[in-house]
């Protein structure tokens, strides 16, 4: 069975920086064809790509918060880290994480999601 | 970035209802569409992929059609567990982008 969940700080103040952990079982990071997003979604908006991770290392961003993103992973601990910096409001939503089966844009299986807040 | 454009926003609709959910692409994006559900409080669930491929478990009310630039979701027979946002996602090319949704909601 594949799952995911997400875990960070329900808080955050502006100008820091977030870092989010995507947790995963039931499939591997290092198999080929396998990857990882994130993705997110302000409250009562809608969804959000945000970036992507593939097996072979490679990483994809969204063009308008690129240069705030930064997504890793831990094959050895089955985690993908996506760190998104100078925080701000706007920027509040629920974060989260789903599988790309294929490393297609289809994203199977997705995490429950974990709330950010940000605000002084 | 290519752009997505749902229509209708909002849809109200019976239980029994068929449904129709236009996305449209700002350019080609071949097949490379996703359509999903979401329920309030809910992550989003998968139900098609590349246009008009059903996910597995997804009961065969719902289908997809298009490609190019214009494309469709179809539920023949409303059900009460299909009253819910949808959204449609290209991945033709990077960055993915979603359409702002479409909550069908009760009559």
């Known amino acids: 069975q594949v799952t995911l969940r997400e875990s960070g700080p329900a808080l955050v103040k502006p100008t820091q920086t977030l870092t989010l952990t995507c947790t995963f079982s039931?499939?591997?990071?290092?198999?080929?064809?396998?990857?990882v997003s994130w993705i997110r979604q302000p409250p009562g908006k809608a969804l959000e790509w945000l970036a992507l991770?593939?097996?072979?290392?490679?990483?994809y961003y969204s063009t308008s918060l690129k240069t705030r993103l930064t997504i890793s992973k831990d094959t050895s601990k089955n985690q993908v880290v996506l760190t998104m910096t100078n925080m701000d409001p706007v920027d509040t939503a629920t974060y989260y994480c789903?599988?790309?089966?294929?490393?297609?844009?289809?994203?199977?299986?997705w995490g429950q999601g974990t709330t950010v807040t940000v605000s002084s | 970035d290519i752009q997505m454009t749902q229509s209708p926003s909002t849809l109200s609709a019976s239980v029994g209802d068929r449904v129709t959910i236009t996305c449209r692409a700002s350019?080609?994006?071949?097949?490379?569409l996703a359509w999903y559900q979401q329920k309030p409080g809910k992550a989003p669930k998968i139900l098609i992929h590349?246009?008009?491929s059903l996910e597995s478990g997804v009961p065969s009310r719902f289908s997809g059609s298009g490609s190019g630039t214009e494309f469709t979701l179809t539920i023949s027979s409303l059900q009460p567990g299909d009253f819910a946002t949808y959204y449609c996602?290209?991945?033709?090319?990077?960055?993915?982008?979603f359409g702002q949704g479409t909550k069908v909601e009760i009559k």
């Open positions: 996602q290209q991945y033709n090319s990077y960055s993915w982008t």
């Open positions: 991770i593939d097996w072979d290392d490679d990483k």
């Open positions: 789903a599988r790309n089966r294929d490393c297609s844009g289809r994203m199977d299986v």
């Open positions: 590349k246009a008009s």
């Open positions: 350019q080609s994006i071949s097949s490379w």
């Open positions: 039931g499939f591997s990071l290092s198999t080929r064809g396998m990857c």
